[in-house]
């Protein structure tokens, strides 16, 4: 059983920043031997993939939309997961998502995922 709880939504300007934190509380197996990703979701629009975190082997996979903008980490002494967005676009604009899965991979889509937070806004203003 994993509880994710994302932070560091907010409203900025284009070409500004933001880090997104997700805190995760993991009982019966630890945080580090979890997969974690981030996903968003834009009003009208299906929840897609923005960046994942092997579960321990530092492999990391980003959508194009998002890659050379945005670093996922992850601190598994805190067990915390972070999205450092850089060089934001209105485009950008969604609720984010943390998610954590058992894969052995890095995974990709939804289905991959067992375990949600409950999301963080991010609006990026033109």
């Known amino acids: 059983q994993v509880q994710l709880v994302e932070s560091g939504g907010g409203l900025v300007q284009a070409g500004g920043s933001l880090r997104l934190s997700c805190a995760a509380s993991?009982?019966?197996?630890?945080?580090?031997?979890?997969?974690m990703g981030w996903f968003r979701q834009a009003l009208g629009k299906e929840r897609e993939f923005v960046a994942a975190?092997?579960?321990?082997?530092?492999?990391?996979d980003y959508s194009d939309s998002v890659k050379g903008r945005f670093t996922i980490s992850r601190d598994n002494a805190k067990n915390t997961v972070y999205l450092q967005m850089n060089g934001l676009k209105p485009e950008d604009t969604a609720v984010y998502y943390c998610?954590?899965?058992?894969?052995?991979?890095?995974?990709?889509?939804?289905?991959?995922?067992?375990?949600w937070g409950q999301g963080t806004q991010v609006t990026v203003s033109s």
């Open positions: 975190f092997s579960r321990s082997g530092g492999i990391t």
């Open positions: 998610a954590a899965s058992a894969s052995a991979i890095v995974p990709t889509y939804t289905h991959q995922y067992r375990y």
């Open positions: 993991a009982s019966g197996r630890a945080f580090s031997t979890y997969a």
